[in-house]
């Protein structure tokens, strides 16, 4: 594991904050999780800015979105999201039921091929982009919408493989490299990948703008109530903040955010435990001892199934799907660990170092859910797992996120259990630049008649 390694490599030689040089621009590299809280949770608002990327600001045609955007811009559109997010069921019942709703789908369709090879990842995947699709555009990828979907995932796989070449990355880091490597190159990939997945948004948007009811109060998706917004913010003279293009870059961020990261670790999830002896009896056994039957799990039962727990957090700590983090930049100028630093110095909380840091998990490359479980049998809260990074960039999709992760797994695995078709998947990523989803067959048996 280098890429993992290197970092852990240089925490151990130069400590928890370090100078780590992408080309000729230096960031501080914040490697331990009580550097991070004197620095990204105390002192949130001398982190908060993201670095600008010529390259993001090329594909975005400026700076756009939430992901990469600053200042007030970015706290608007934030504090939308989720302010509308909870209107529309973020975190309550109505949001568990639409997750339940794609729980019974995936049900439907590995029960049609009991006993034979099938690609698991495949099918949670268009399950986490119905949640996703719902939540923004307020429909799902039904046997109608199949081939729309499919044309998504395409280009999805496509751009997971196109942009994590080697190729790719060095003319990312070192852009003048770029007019000696061969094609495709990165703008052309850019322009590609952007005219795709935009067309898609933005066919949305059109057709939310063609049906909307601005009388009503009420808005069923992210989409409606966002240009009812945009309307309220035109009459009253501003038309830039919640502009068009705007809204079809907080759409693409929403959206690949919502189904990229959620699918990445319920296939590496599912991985880890068919390569974990015991694992997989250890997670029934304490289903048939608290729920005893064959019925939907829902997140009344989350306190009451510990070891479930215990390993979802460990498969979000192994999966640890981030190998470098976002880079951001000091608004101000600062101090860390006693040296002073400048304004507009890039700064990357390394959460993946955290999470693998020997001191708070043992032999940590090792997957084990019981260093999540008590002396009493409890689930253990560890500081330190922070899989949705930490400060006022966290996760805007968190909530939904630790949802998914739990009715998905939890019913998965009490309705099923699944035998490797031709050994284990790979969970090795020496060969990787970035994390890729596991892709692998499963076969599966009813564990209730």
């Known amino acids: 594991m280098p890429g993992y390694e290197c970092f852990r490599r240089w925490t151990k030689k130069y400590g928890d904050v370090y100078t780590f040089w992408l080309e000729s621009e230096p960031y501080i590299m914040i490697s331990s999780y009580e550097r991070m809280k004197e620095t990204f949770i105390r002192d949130g608002d001398t982190y908060v800015d993201k670095k600008f990327n010529e390259t993001i600001a090329k594909f975005r045609d400026g700076m756009f979105g939430v992901v990469d955007t600053n200042g007030q811009f970015w706290s ?65 990828f039904d046997d109608e919408k199949g081939e729309e979907f499919q044309k998504l995932q395409d280009l999805l796989d496509y ?77 009253e003279g501003d038309s830039e903040t919640f502009c068009t293009q705007q809204l079809s870059n907080m759409c693409m961020d929403l959206w690949l955010a919502g189904l990229s990261t959620t699918t990445l670790t319920l296939s590496w999830s599912i991985a880890y435990v068919m390569n974990t002896p015991g694992v997989q009896e250890k997670i029934q056994e304490e289903m048939d001892r608290v729920i005893g039957s064959d019925r939907l799990i829902s997140t009344g039962d989350k306190n009451d199934l510990p070891y479930m727990n215990a390993v979802i957090n460990e498969c979000q700590r192994c999966a640890n799907i981030v190998p470098l983090n976002l880079f951001h930049e000091t608004t101000k100028d600062t101090v860390i660990a006693g040296y002073p630093i400048k304004k507009g110095t890039g700064v990357i909380a390394q959460i993946s170092t955290v999470m693998l840091d020997e001191k708070v998990f043992p032999d940590p490359y090792t997957f084990n859910p019981d260093r999540f479980i008590d002396e009493n049998a409890k689930l253990k809260k560890i500081d330190e797992l922070v899989p949705f990074s930490v400060g006022k960039r966290q996760c805007l999709g968190e909530g939904l996120a630790r949802m998914e992760l739990f009715l998905f797994i939890a019913n998965f695995f009490n309705r099923y259990h699944i035998s490797p078709s031709s050994g284990p998947p790979s969970i090795d990523k020496t060969k990787e ?11 599966l048996t009813r564990r209730h008649s």
């Open 159 to 235: 751009q997971t493989k196109a942009f994590t070449s080697w190729k790719i990355i060095i003319e990312c880091v070192v852009p003048f490299l770029s007019r000696f490597m061969p094609k495709p190159t990165v703008d052309e990939l850019i322009e590609q990948y952007k005219t795709e997945f935009y067309g898609f948004f933005n066919r949305q948007i059109e057709e939310h703008c063609e049906k909307i009811d601005f009388d009503s109060e009420e808005s069923q998706d992210y989409a409606e109530a966002y240009l009812k917004e945009q309307r309220k913010r035109e009459s």
């Open 433 to 443: 630049l970035g994390v890729a989803p596991r892709e692998f067959d499963g076969v």
């Open 76 to 140: 608007t559109h934030r504090r939308f999201a989720l302010s509308n997010f909870r209107d529309l069921g973020f975190g309550k019942d109505l949001m568990q039921q639409k997750i339940l709703i794609e729980v019974q789908q995936i049900f439907k369709t590995f029960d049609e091929k009991l006993g034979e090879e099938q690609n698991i990842p495949k099918v949670f995947n268009k399950a986490v982009a119905n949640v996703i699709n719902q939540l923004i555009f307020g429909y799902r």
